[in-house]
């Protein structure tokens, strides 16, 4: 079952998340041979290219020779760039884990949750 986690940005803001996956035991979940994904959409119901507000690029943190990957720790980072183009709004997103060598197989949600944009007061012309 998947964890539930609100990430809360700012329009145009550099966004850095360093998210932590557990058990339910409370344990972080090895991701030695997993790969990660994750999409921010309008809601649920939109799917297909024209849903896709943003593709997260999760990245599972591997540290020295894999040393981390036991340690659960999934990276974000989306540019400044990237988030001044994300419409203000409530929205949702998921990170799913897949083994590396089959990304169609053995999918499992590790996280989801609103993906919530407010609008930034600063611009920067």
Known sequence: MAGSYHINAIQGDHLQINLKVR????NPINLSGYD???EVRYSYGYTGASG????????????????YYPSGVINIDIDSVT?????????VYDIERFPESMPTGNCIKLLKGKFIVSPEATINN
Request: with cysteine; glycine share 16%; charged share 10%.
């Open 36 to 38: 990660v994904r994750g």
């Open 23 to 26: 058990d339910i035991n409370c």
């Open 83 to 91: 988030m001044a183009k994300m419409p203000v709004g409530i929205f």
């Open 52 to 67: 896709l507000l943003l593709d997260l690029n999760p990245v599972v943190y591997s540290g020295i020779g894999g040393s």
